[in-house]
């Protein structure tokens, strides 16, 4: 099997993953996203996530929950092709795909040390965020890299 599959996990090997890093006394951080059309603003952010603790846990929207949020001609790139991309990064530690409407029940699956969020977010209104705090974590919002979305790269191919 290709090491980058190898990251990409079912929640059950995931959370015993987790509980083994923990175990060890490493620190796991838990994000999630779509990560549909992979830029810079999203490995600035996943950088700076990994740099929180010393193993970083994605959790990655399936095709299904991507075309609910983002409408009808979303994902442009199929959730097998976000993961293997994720997986590839040598940041991130694990990916495992989410189809709920919220991540909630995968945090609470995972009990990250750690949950982060970009700074669009306030840190009371992350989902788990209450979750994470209640089972002595922390949650922290990181600084996006300004200008840099899927959807401004989806107009500005339309606009070529």
């Known amino acids: 099997m290709l090491e980058t599959a190898l990251k990409i996990n ?6 015993a993953k987790v509980r ?3 175990a060890e006394g490493q ?11 992979v830029h810079l603003g999203h490995i600035d952010y996943l950088e700076k996530a990994r740099a929180l603790g ?11 929950s991507v075309n609910r949020l983002k409408g009808p001609t979303r994902p442009v790139v199929n959730e097998y092709a976000r ?3 994720m997986a590839a990064f040598a940041f991130v530690d694990a ?19 750690i949950l982060v969020k970009g700074d669009d977010y306030a840190a009371q209104d992350i989902v788990g965020a209450d979750f994470v705090i209640s089972n002595g974590g922390e949650v922290k ?7 840099y979305s899927t959807t401004a790269l989806i107009n500005k191919i339309k606009n070529l």
């Open 54 to 64: 010393n193993k970083l846990v994605l959790g990655l929207n399936t095709d299904a």
């Open 20 to 22: 083994a890093w923990q």
């Open 83 to 85: 993961a293997r991309m």
């Open 141 to 147: 919002t990181i600084s996006l890299v300004a200008g």
């Open 27 to 37: 620190q796991v951080v838990f994000t999630n996203g779509c990560f549909d059309i």
């Open 95 to 113: 990916v495992i795909l989410f189809d709920e409407p919220t991540p909630l029940a995968l945090i609470q699956t995972i009990c990250p040390d």
């Open 10 to 15: 079912t929640w059950q090997v995931a959370a």
